[in-house]
């Protein structure tokens, strides 16, 4: 993976710290491109995301973090005190016994019934996950190296014809990343101040709000993984397979991932935007796309006929 701007003589001059730290940040933030797409400053956890599904992970999350916690600070807490509490250097003499049914009891028991519980609310997450029943529109989404192909299946109910679009990086990223562009990376930026660099596209997918809207994903190469963390999961793209996934999309805004399956040279590079608009705008720009998709209209058949000429009849000629 290259990061543009970064000249091999970069590092023999003394920098400011200002800008010591800003290249350190464009550095991290390429070399983890493709583990998360947007992280927020300061973040830990995950995102809780923007989908009628999205918070079942959210939650799935915290409560085995939760648990996993809880096991730690006991078994560990334990260790310890056994450790220093019953050392030798205190007078600490080993007890003869081997074995204690109750308490083997105790921490086999506890396990598979934290284990159960676990299981059974994974797969009750999974299975509503997979059901794409009921949903008012299709998308197919086909991964390339290294690029996406986005195609409008159906929309409540009517097919959409042609309307689809290859989805690469964006033109800046693109001339920035290249070895010694000399182009700053922070200097790339959408129209709020975001900086996008090496996760914008040129053109984004486009999906309304308030739309159960179910997703088709394979590949047209090698194995990808279309990601967008705020949608609240992941899928992988193979080739000659074809996986199914399902959002529903709450609040407008502009959305953004990454390819999360190690796919070749430019796997970095291959970031995804989705922009949710309300119901109407979506509307006005699918009909836009159909538009532009439509084969031109012949040009009308002339049926004006020319006029016809007069056809005088010879006279008569009378013989004598």
């Keep these: 993976m290259t990061c543009g701007g970064i000249r091999p003589d ?16 464009a550095i991290l933030a390429s070399a983890s491109g493709a583990a998360w797409a947007n992280p927020e400053p300061g973040q830990l956890n995950m995102t809780r995301g923007v989908t009628e599904w999205s918070p079942t992970p959210y939650m799935l999350n915290n409560v085995v973090l939760g648990v996993c916690t809880v096991i730690g600070i006991l078994v560990f807490g334990a260790m310890f005190i056994a450790m220093f509490r019953f050392r030798k250097s205190r007078g600490a003499v080993a007890e003869k016994w ?10 086999t028991t506890v396990p598979v019934l934290i284990l159960i519980v676990l299981a059974y609310m994974g797969t009750g997450g999974l299975r509503s996950f997979a059901d794409t029943t009921g949903s008012q529109m299709t998308v197919k989404v086909t991964g390339y190296q290294w690029k996406w ?23 800046r990223s693109d001339e920035t990343r290249q070895l010694n562009s000399g182009l700053d990376p922070n200097a790339v930026k959408a129209s709020d101040g975001y900086n996008t660099y090496l996760i914008d596209v040129d053109h984004p997918l486009v999906v309304p709000v308030d739309t159960k809207i179910r997703f088709v994903i394979t590949a047209g190469d090698v194995i990808h993984s279309w990601w967008v963390p705020q949608l609240g999961w992941k899928m992988d793209a193979i080739p000659g397979i074809v996986n199914s996934a399902w ?5 407008p805004g502009t959305y953004r991932g990454q390819c999360a399956e190690l796919c070749g040279q ?55």
Excluded at 98 to 107: G, P, Q
Excluded at 247 to 251: G, Y
Aim: proline share 8%; net charge positive; aromatic share 10%.
């Design 98 to 107: 081997a074995h204690n049914t109750k308490v083997e009891i105790v921490w």
């Design 149 to 171: 192909r986005y195609d409008y299946v159906d929309y409540k109910g009517k097919a959409i014809d042609k309307v689809g679009f290859m989805s690469k990086l964006d033109s």
């Design 266 to 320: 430019d796997h970095g590079f291959m970031p995804i935007v989705v922009k949710a608009l309300p119901k109407a705008e979506f509307e006005k720009w699918l009909a836009d796309q159909q538009a532009k998709a439509a084969p031109p209209a012949p040009a009308a058949a002339s049926t004006a006929q020319a006029p016809k000429t007069a056809q005088i009849a010879p006279a008569p000629s009378h013989q004598g």
């Design 10 to 25: 970069g590092f023999k001059r003394a920098v400011p710290l200002k800008r010591a730290v800003a290249w350190t940040t």
């Design 247 to 251: 959002t529903n999309i709450r609040e």
